[in-house]
């Protein structure tokens, strides 16, 4: 038997061949257009039939924890890049030719096609078992799949609203109306004969809306004379004051929901990636965790493999780290889904590029807020000047929604003082912990090794987090109380890690080549602004990223907390109804909840810790004892090392360290193992 070629084992003849459009060849653009169309639709149905080939399985019984976790996710990014193709089509394929070609196809409907309709079924079978049956990570693996259908789903909408407005459906259906309808209808995704969909009101057999293999999630139901997603928008005018990734992303999400959205930032944005003044934090290590590099590619699809493509490092912890905690290695046999590593100037350089190009979105730099407009609870807009001007520059911009992202230094509560408004209560962690970054040139470490991460603890305050970043940099940032602070001068820095517990790190550095000088940052305390405490009637102001809630950076969870915030939001904003400011600012605080828990839970522990939020007493204590046996069992045992992980991940809350069966076993009846103080091997 002879070997297949590349054509023959893809069948490329025939798969070719499947193109069929109707339109007649004598009209070659708008028959391109509707080949572009068949296209898209065809690879999704065929990108759809290996999400049914890992659900199968999975609804077989044929999996363990292992194969369960990687179909899901696997099921997830597939279905994820279902919800790219939609956002291709739209893209690459204007409204006027889609019109044009649009009768060709008749009555054909996506309610025909049977791969979506068992995918719609399964998911929902697998969600029902997941609670009883499987581990608290599995039930959250199944969520974010559940959510991916959902995100598809919508975004399906979305492009029915762009390509139809308010035109009627295939079959002479009432198009984006019908689907709005169908968002809670599970009717509507039965077979054919079942009884709930006998019983509901007649219609066309063949009712569909505008994508002839696509379903649906409906839209918003107008209101006061808009519609959310329909074309017309449901706010006025937003401004996000802040233009960095909070900002950038909260715009994004924004912009599908209002006339105007309006970024004022203070910087100057360069065209290539680069530190900004106005981001401290920029020249420091960053991580975007497996969470925040969900939330990326469901609110940028695609950002992820561009990340990729510029040079961001992905790998496995602890798979490609050695991971030092409490007197040991972990063991790399149990590596997580990956996280990115990216810095900080190559992520907002491609976010922005992402949200800002061909978008609704005005963005004036070199402007700094000076205040907010309006009367106690009622925000009207925002006062601004040229950045370095004088008083007399002073504007005023008036917006339906205010949103503060401008970090840390955010000057909001300040602002709300200035007019006699409530002032939200602050809870506080302070350690007073100080860290340094370095960037430096250099082999990779032995045993195969992609970095380092040292965590510090009660016990050994001393901390490194060593990865690799685009362009063959690895960033090195070492931590220590306040009264241990890495040194500014690149020998002393160096020396400085031959403190670490261990000197796998140091001797590594010795060999490595500065690129640049040390750079210290000593804002690491955990801070929480309470806006969704002020009254409901609050009005026209949302706080989101560090402004709202700024953790401890060595704990790398600032990006992906903002990721989460913006996809908190959007899905607030998904209903039939604008929901309030209170609401939404509630919803975007319970998404940094788990970082917050993950944050102030460690730093409690430290010696000298200050605050109002530093958790204390006989419960805490008790809880301490708990998760000091959690970490004595995390570098040997696979089970409670992934359930940690997915707990500092933000992939689970941190009460299922304490809820599951299989953790609390494990924790409170088997010794943990052996530590060893050699570097681990994979």
Not at 604 to 615: F, I
Request: with cysteine; glycine share 8%.
């Amino acid at each position: 038997m002879t070997s297949p070629s590349y054509a023959t084992y893809l069948h490329l003849d025939e798969l070719l061949a499947l193109q069929r459009p109707l339109t007649p060849v004598e009209q070659p653009d708008l028959s391109d257009s509707e080949r572009l169309f068949i296209v898209v639709h065809q690879a999704s149905e065929t990108l759809l039939s290996q999400v049914l080939v890992d659900l199968r399985h999975i609804d077989g019984g044929q999996c363990g924890q292992q194969c369960y976790a990687h179909r899901v996710a696997r099921a997830t990014r597939l279905v994820d890049s279902l919800e790219g193709q939609l956002t291709l089509l739209r893209h690459t394929l204007t409204r006027e030719e889609f019109l044009l070609f649009r009768d060709r196809f008749g009555t054909a409907s996506g309610l025909q096609s049977k791969q979506f309709r068992e995918l719609f079924g399964l998911v929902k079978q697998l969600m029902k078992r997941a609670g009883a049956d499987r581990p608290a990570a599995d039930s959250a693996r199944l969520t974010g799949l559940n959510d991916a259908v959902r995100r598809w789903r919508r975004t399906h909408l979305e492009l029915v609203g762009h390509m139809l407005g308010d035109q009627p459906g295939s079959a002479a259906t009432s198009g984006m109306r019908f689907l709005a309808a169908r968002l809670d209808d599970t009717s509507a995704d039965e077979p054919a004969g079942d009884d709930r969909a006998a019983a509901a009101p007649p219609r066309p057999a063949d009712t569909e809306d505008v994508l002839p293999s696509l379903p649906s999630l409906p839209a918003p139901a107008e209101r006061s004379g808009r519609s959310g997603l329909s074309g017309r928008s449901r706010l006025g005018h937003v401004v996000v004051v802040g233009g960095s990734i909070a900002g950038l992303l909260t715009a994004h999400v924004l912009a599908g929901h209002a006339e105007r959205v309006t970024v004022l930032e203070r910087d100057q944005y360069d065209d290539t990636p680069g530190p900004r003044a106005g981001v401290p934090q920029s020249r420091h290590t960053h991580v975007l965790l497996t969470s925040g590099m969900n939330a990326l590619e469901e609110l940028l699809p695609g950002l992820l493999g561009v990340l990729t493509d510029s040079g961001a490092p992905r790998l496995a912890v602890p798979g490609d780290l050695g991971v030092w905690q409490a007197g040991q290695w972990i063991s790399r046999r149990n590596p997580s889904e990956p996280i990115m590593t990216p810095s900080r100037p190559l992520l907002e350089h491609h976010i922005r590029r992402r949200v800002l190009d061909g978008s609704r979105i005005h963005v004036r730099t070199g402007v700094e807020v000076t205040g907010l407009l309006g009367r106690p609870g009622h925000i009207t807009g925002v006062a601004v000047r040229d950045r370095g001007g004088d008083h007399h520059t002073r504007q005023e911009i008036e917006a339906d929604l205010v949103v503060d992202a401008t970090g840390r230094s955010g000057r909001t509560p300040v602002w709300l003082a200035e007019m006699n408004a409530p002032v939200p209560a602050e809870e506080l962690v302070e350690t007073g912990r100080a860290y340094s970054t370095c960037v430096f040139h250099a082999d990779g470490p032995p045993e195969d090794l992609s970095g380092f991460y040292i965590v510090p603890d009660a016990g050994q305050p001393l901390g490194a987090i060593i990865l690799p970043a685009e362009h063959d940099r690895w960033m090195v940032t070492l931590s220590g109380p306040r009264d241990q602070a890495p040194p500014s001068g690149t020998e002393d820095f160096v020396d400085f890690a031959g403190r670490l517990p261990h000197s796998a790190p140091h001797k590594w550095l010795r060999s490595a080549r500065p690129v640049s000088r040390p750079v210290g940052y000593r804002h690491t305390s955990n801070r929480r602004r309470r806006y969704d405490r002020l009254t409901r009637d609050h009005t026209g102001l949302l706080v989101v990223g560090d402004a709202l809630c700024a953790l401890n950076p060595v704990y790398g969870q600032g990006l992906s907390v903002a990721a989460l915030n913006a996809v908190a939001l959007g899905r607030a904003l998904a209903g039939d109804r604008t929901p309030s400011a209170h609401t939404l600012q509630r919803a975007v605080l319970r998404s940094s909840r788990s970082a917050w828990e993950v944050a102030t839970g460690a730093d409690s522990a430290m010696p000298g810790v200050t605050g109002n939020a530093v958790k204390s007493g006989p419960v805490a204590r008790l809880l301490t004892r708990y998760l000091d046996r959690v970490r004595d069992h995390v570098p040997h045992d696979p089970v409670v090392c992934s359930a940690n992980r997915d707990v500092l991940f933000l992939l689970a809350p941190p009460r299922t360290l304490v809820t599951s069966p299989q953790v609390l076993r494990r924790v409170l009846l088997s010794p943990p193992g052996p530590a060893s103080p050699d570097l681990p091997t994979p």
